[in-house]
């Protein structure tokens, strides 16, 4: 498997993933120009019968923000979904911790300059960052309170001489430290070493319509059974970016509410986007209960589609019932006013079309 390795001259942008009732803490997508390309190899483990392409990008790059609304509040260091941030004309490149200008800081008050990178000696986090300072003891509540909050990427907190926890998340990515503030500014470099993934789903070349496809990404191998089988983020869909902390992690792609599904691995590196493409072994076929050939579904039919071995793979209820199966044969029983018809059917990939159950 070749990845392509493309880096970045101008500014990227994160925006907030779709999220569902089950899932609250993913990185939307970014958008960037990409300048140039080198070669380097990659490891993506996929399940069999499927296909899958990748390109990694380089996240590095400088980004122009513009201020968003921030939401004062209680709580605990953690994962944060990062809302949409317009993106702005290419910046100047970030100026370092170490010759970043302080503001003026009031007496009784002490400046904290922070700022984030992909990783020891590794370059700088330009954009999509949520920052935020927290008290370093509990309330009677048992809650950190929130000093402080901000989405730039080197922000200057002036605060009062005390204990503090300093938090960073980018995407389901974080880090934070215990900082102690006495009357010298203080300036902390964080390490995330943080990466994204993009999925699409195809079957052939065709790309398979957002909607009709979803990602659920799990931590870790497909095969280490010692891992956790929750997902750490579900519902993903085409074009959204998760961004990950570094390491491997299982995807699971549902094409349509059938039994196209796809398990792949792959490994996220710290400061590369990569774009997952799967690609499907399916058809879209639609089912109908006729008295003649070419005639009209009859209405109200009770469908019950089976592998060869008599697996159900789904029921459904209506006269022209569409569904995704995965590639294969299969046997289809329509129940319709008391009566009972059936038949065997052969699914080939990319070939959609209907499938007659002849009442005579």
């Not at 008050?109 to 927290?134: E, H």
């Not at 964080?190 to 993934?197: K, M, R, S, Y």
């Amino acid at each position: 498997m070749i990845e392509i390795e493309k880096s970045l001259d101008a500014g990227w942008d994160v925006k907030a993933l779709r999220s569902g009732a089950r899932f609250a803490g993913v990185a939307g997508t970014m958008l960037a120009a990409l300048s140039f390309a080198v070669l380097s190899f990659g490891a993506l483990m996929l399940s069999a019968s499927s296909v899958a392409q990748a390109q990694t990008h380089s996240l590095i790059g400088p980004q122009t923000t513009a201020s968003v609304p921030l939401v004062p509040g209680t709580g605990s260091p953690g994962t944060t979904i990062v809302a949409p941030i317009p993106l702005g004309p290419p910046a100047a490149p970030m100026v370092p911790p170490t010759a970043q200008t302080l503001p003026t800081v009031p007496a009784g008050r002490v400046a904290l300059a922070v700022t984030a990178r992909y990783g020891r000696d590794a370059a700088p986090i330009s954009g999509g960052l949520i920052w935020r300072v927290y008290a370093a003891k509990p309330d009677a509540t048992g809650l950190f309170p929130l000093v402080k909050e901000d989405r730039s990427a080197t922000p200057t907190f002036v605060l009062p001489p005390g204990s503090y926890v300093v938090h960073a998340s980018l995407g389901l990515a974080s880090a934070a430290k215990s900082v102690q503030l006495r009357s010298d500014a203080v300036r902390e470099v964080l390490d995330i070493p943080a990466g994204g993934v993009r999925l699409e789903g195809r079957v052939g070349d065709v790309r398979i319509p957002p909607g009709q496809i979803q990602f659920d990404i799990f931590k870790g191998s497909q095969f280490d059974t010692s891992q956790q089988r929750r997902p750490i983020a579900q519902n993903v869909m085409t074009g959204d970016v998760v961004l990950l902390p570094e390491g491997t992690y299982n995807i699971v792609s549902n094409y349509g509410e059938g039994n196209s599904v796809v398990r792949s691995d792959v490994h996220v590196d710290a400061a590369k986007l990569t774009d997952i493409v799967v690609t499907h072994r399916a058809a879209v076929i639609t089912l109908k209960l006729v008295n003649n050939s070419g005639g009209e579904a009859l209405a109200n039919t009770q469908w019950t589609v089976l592998t060869p071995g008599g697996d159900i793979i789904k029921e459904s209820i209506g006269a022209f019932p569409r569904l995704v199966l995965a590639e294969g044969d299969y046997h289809i029983i329509a129940r319709n006013e008391g009566r009972t018809f059936q038949r065997d059917f052969k699914v080939i990939t990319g070939v959609d079309g209907e499938v007659e159950v002849l009442t005579r």
